[in-house]
């Protein structure tokens, strides 16, 4: 079983639509979680972290439900801009090893 | 500011040959990361340093795979000999001392033939 698990997709969705990512995490240690985003043949970059209490930023909300060891990500109103992989991470409290799911594909179509 | 640096963008190596991958982080940064992302995989984590320290280094594939900090600035990693299942794409990333937010660099697509 991997460590973080996601959904690799693709999904199309059209602009404007709301989309929402999940995923999941089976190390109980981890900590710290985030939402990365990745476009094609670029470098990761930090799109939000993720709480507890849940945490917006504009049209992107993060929740992480730990009794379940849940995290989600939904996006509202998506642009064409917003078509990216999204990379689940977890980060365990020690060391801070980093473990990324496999990325979940969204293209949005005009 | 500038932001994580990583050379050369593309290597195409042989296998059996030498290949040195550099990563210069953002200045300041003590945290210091490398992964790997083989085609149609997760990224991978190889190993973290702290300053010039390898704070963890278990997720280096083998002995073939050496990471240096000298100094604490720059870092490489060298692969030594190269098999064709080394290829993929490096990523360096770096982070401020206590923080787990992490900054990636561009990364270098090593192809090993």
């Known amino acids: 079983r991997k460590e973080v698990e996601q959904d690799p997709g693709p999904f199309n969705v059209p602009e404007g639509a709301t989309v929402a990512f999940n995923c999941t995490y089976s190390n109980s240690a981890s900590q710290s979680f985030f939402w990365y985003r990745q476009d094609c043949r670029k470098e990761p970059k930090l799109l939000m972290s993720?709480?507890?209490s849940g945490n917006e930023d504009g049209r992107f909300t993060a929740q992480l439900n730990r009794a379940s060891q849940y995290i989600s990500l939904l996006i509202r109103d998506s642009k064409l801009s917003d078509s990216a992989t999204y990379l689940c991470?977890?980060?365990?409290?020690?060391?801070?090893?980093?473990?990324f799911g496999i990325g979940t594909k969204l293209q949005v179509i005009p | 500011e500038a932001g994580v640096t990583q050379f050369p963008s593309h290597s195409v190596i042989e296998k059996g040959q030498t290949v040195t991958l550099r990563c210069d982080p953002i200045s300041g940064h003590d945290n210091l990361y490398w992964y790997r992302r083989v085609m149609g995989k997760e990224i991978k984590f190889l190993l973290h340093f702290v300053k010039e320290s390898k704070q963890d280094e278990s997720g280096m594939p083998n002995n073939r795979f050496l990471a240096e900090r000298t100094g604490g600035t720059y870092s490489t990693l060298k692969v030594q000999p190269a098999e064709l299942e080394d290829s993929g794409v490096y990523f360096c990333?770096?982070?401020?001392?206590?923080?787990?937010?992490?900054?990636f660099g561009p990364g270098t697509r090593l192809t090993v033939t």
């Open positions: 991470v977890a980060l365990d409290g020690g060391y801070q090893k980093v473990t």
């Open positions: 993720v709480y507890s």
């Open positions: 990333a770096s982070s401020q001392e206590r923080s787990v937010e992490q900054y």
